[in-house]
């Protein structure tokens, strides 16, 4: 059974930056990609980005600017740093699983909500 | 305008069949493909419900199946149960390697 652990900060001022962190157990860390997926408040699901454990990554257009995606597959964790964070970043973040194909995320961590405010 | 358009909201009562529409935009350059449900109760993280338009993963009942007919991908839940009420979302793999999702659609189960 995959599971998905991911933490990080929950409250930032604007102008800080965003970190968390997912880590990978039962699963084959280096056979999928891996991606960062959030939901602010009463609004939809918004795709991050993804990585492999080659460090290859995709981002969404909108964000592209100020995220980055990192891998660490000596520990089978994978990274979400977003910079210069405003109100409108608040929402709750999802590390998951990509499973088949570019969007069958099967697997999920359990989220946090991140907070930005002064 | 949205890549994927969704109803806002759907119902049905229990025994019931509903569908659950997701139109691509004409803007969107490219196929249409890769096409996931997801269902997100609240305060829960989404599940995968179905993958590339028509596949379930293991674990999800077969009254959940999607389709995809020119721009419009569908999924159809039947024999509705209460514990199916929920979001729902639609996802495509889009452009120059990016994931978008619908906004959404509400289902009540009446």
């Known amino acids: 059974q995959v599971q998905l652990q991911q933490w990080g900060a929950g409250l930032l001022k604007p102008s800080e930056t965003l970190s968390l962190t997912c880590a990978v157990y039962d699963a084959s860390f280096s056979d999928y990609y891996w991606s960062w997926i959030r939901q602010a408040p009463g609004t939809g699901l918004e795709w991050i980005g993804n990585i492999n454990h080659s460090g290859s990554t995709n981002y969404n257009p909108s964000l592209n600017s100020r995220v980055t995606i990192s891998v660490d597959t000596s520990k089978n964790q994978f990274s979400l740093t977003l910079t210069s964070v405003t109100a409108a970043d608040t929402a709750v973040y999802y590390c998951?699983?990509?499973?088949?194909?570019?969007?069958?995320?099967?697997?999920w961590g359990q989220g946090i909500l991140v907070t930005v405010s002064s | 305008q949205p890549a994927l358009t969704q109803p806002a909201s759907v119902s049905g009562s229990p025994g019931q069949s509903i569908t659950i529409s997701c139109t691509r935009s004409s803007s969107e350059v490219g196929a249409y493909h890769y096409v996931s449900w997801f269902q997100v109760h609240p305060g829960k993280a989404p599940k995968l419900m179905i993958y590339d338009v028509s596949n379930r993963p293991s674990g999800v009942p077969d009254r959940f199946s999607g389709s995809k007919s020119g721009n419009t991908a569908s999924l159809t839940i039947s024999g509705l149960q209460t514990e199916d009420e929920a979001d729902y979302y639609c996802s495509s793999y889009s452009s120059f390697n990016t994931v978008v999702f619908g906004g959404g659609t509400k289902l009540s189960v009446l």
């Open positions: 998951a699983r990509v499973a088949h194909l570019w969007n069958s995320f099967e697997n």
